[in-house]
């Protein structure tokens, strides 16, 4: 629930963020640890606020690569969010 915890964060009490959906293609084998690394852009808010600036349900789908120790990748995630501004 990265993403979703980060947008909360971000955005505050206007706002409704609910996980949606994950889809996960697997590429290879994952052997030790692995690794994922999650980023949230002011380009990404922007677009966020933009698009529920109405009140409407915004439905953001973002990668999320899964790498081992060697930065080699092990799987990529589809991380889907529901985002909707609050009525007034």
């Known amino acids: 629930p990265f993403y979703m915890l980060m947008v909360m964060t971000v955005l ?35 677009d966020i606020r933009a698009n529920t600036d109405g009140g409407e349900k915004y439905l953001p789908c973002w990668p999320v690569e899964i790498v081992d120790g060697d930065g080699n990748r092990v799987a990529v995630v589809n991380k889907t969010l529901y985002i909707r501004r609050k009525p007034a």
């Not at 609910?18 to 852009?41: C, M, N, S, Y």
């Open 12 to 46: 505050g009490r206007d706002y409704v963020v609910w996980d949606k959906a994950a889809d996960i293609e697997f590429v290879r084998p994952g052997k030790g640890r692995v690794f994922a690394h999650f980023q949230l852009t002011d380009a990404m808010i922007d």
